[in-house]
């Protein structure tokens, strides 16, 4: 069964940092796609981060040089870190990971940027 639990996220105030865990059982993240999604208050949940088997990655433009998406094999976690954070980032974050047709999904972590 896997499982991916997020963790990390909370209150912090603009300009300010957060890194999100993404700790994953009954799959290899290295041989997935792992991806982090957001979801705002009424909006669509939207794509912020991937990285592949291979270790590219992909950021939407709105947090490119702001947020960096890694991964530790050994810890089969993936992470990430959010530095220069802005209101407009307020959302659950979830983590997603996806891999030969099968996608899963963790339970989501509040994020809030306010002052």
């Known amino acids: 069964q896997v499982q991916l639990v997020e963790s990390g996220g909370g209150l912090v105030q603009p300009e300010g940092s957060l890194r999100l865990s993404c700790a994953a059982s009954?799959?290899?993240?290295?041989?997935?796609?792992m991806n982090w999604y957001r979801q705002a208050p009424g909006k669509q949940r939207e794509l912020v981060a991937t990285i592949t088997s291979g270790g590219g990655t992909y950021y939407v433009d709105s947090v490119k040089g702001r947020f960096t998406i890694s991964r530790d094999n050994a810890k089969n976690t993936g992470y990430l870190q959010m530095n220069s954070l802005k209101p407009e980032d307020t959302a659950v974050y979830y983590c997603?990971?996806?891999?030969?047709?099968?996608?899963?999904w963790g339970q989501g972590t509040q994020v809030t940027v306010s002052s």
């Open positions: 997603n990971a996806f891999r030969l047709t099968q996608r899963y």
């Open positions: 009954g799959i290899i993240l290295s041989m997935a796609a």
